[in-house]
Nanobody, 119 residues
């Protein structure tokens, strides 16, 4: 599978900002979607934001107006700008890439980066 390397997590005070980055390496023919998910202990991983191949983006309601996803399908990069962070945003964030290579569908994940927001 394509390797995804993400970075940008850290500790920030409530109201602060962070920018997560994810870069893909490997053979990709078509990217269907790029996105960010997050997970906290005891809860299921949830979609935070995603961009589809046609450039459309969507967000979980709790981050609308605060987070912005952007990316470049040609480069295999995706970013998540997080503003006005809240303690409830604390989680491990994972980038995700849904793509096609050699006619086969793949779903790759980054290693995860911790985001901690203090009150």
């Amino acid at each position: 599978q394509v390797q995804l390397v993400e970075s940008g997590g850290g500790l920030v005070q409530a109201g602060g900002s962070l920018r997560l980055s994810c870069a893909a390496s490997g053979r990709i023919s078509v990217i269907n979607a790029m996105g960010w998910y997050r997970q906290v202990p005891g809860k299921q991983r949830e979609l935070v934001a995603r961009i589809t191949g046609n450039g459309r983006s969507n967000y979980v309601d709790s981050v609308k107006g605060r987070f912005t996803i952007s990316g470049d399908n040609a480069k295999g990069t995706v970013y998540l700008q997080m503003n006005s962070l809240k303690p409830e945003d604390t989680a491990v964030y994972y980038c995700n890439l849904v793509y096609i290579t050699l006619g086969i569908n793949f779903d790759s994940w980054g290693q995860g980066t911790q985001v901690t927001v203090s009150s």
